[in-house]
């Protein structure tokens, strides 16, 4: 049973900056693909970032420059720093990854970002 539990989000000022984190049992996050999304209310959910089973990461233009995607393979912990925050960032955030051919989801985390 693959279970991603996310942590981290909250109530910041715009400039501030939060670490999200996202934890799993059931696979190694070492040995696969996992993305971070978010989903603005009346939005769909959409693509932020990724880091691949090899370590390249990737980032969607809305955060690039402004946000780090990292692995800890001990912990099987996947992060997301985001700094700079803006109101615009506002949403809920979800780690992924697609494994036995299905994608998986948690429960996501709130960010909320204050003008």
């Known amino acids: 049973q693959v279970q991603l539990v996310e942590s981290g989000g909250g109530l910041v000022q715009a400039g501030g900056s939060l670490r999200l984190s996202c934890a799993a049992s059931?696979?190694?996050?070492?040995?696969?693909?996992v993305g971070w999304y978010r989903q603005a209310p009346g939005n769909e959910r959409e693509w932020v970032a990724i880091?691949?089973?090899?370590?390249?990461?990737n980032y969607a233009d809305s955060v690039k420059g402004r946000s780090t995607i990292s692995r800890d393979n001990a912990s099987n912990m996947v992060y997301l720093q985001m700094n700079s925050l803006k109101p615009e960032d506002t949403a809920v955030y979800y780690c992924?990854?697609?494994?036995?051919?299905?994608?998986?989801w948690g429960q996501g985390t709130q960010v909320t970002v204050s003008s």
């Open positions: 992924n990854v697609y494994v036995y051919s299905r994608n998986y």
């Open positions: 059931g696979i190694m996050f070492s040995n696969n693909a």
């Open positions: 880091i691949t089973s090899g370590g390249n990461r």
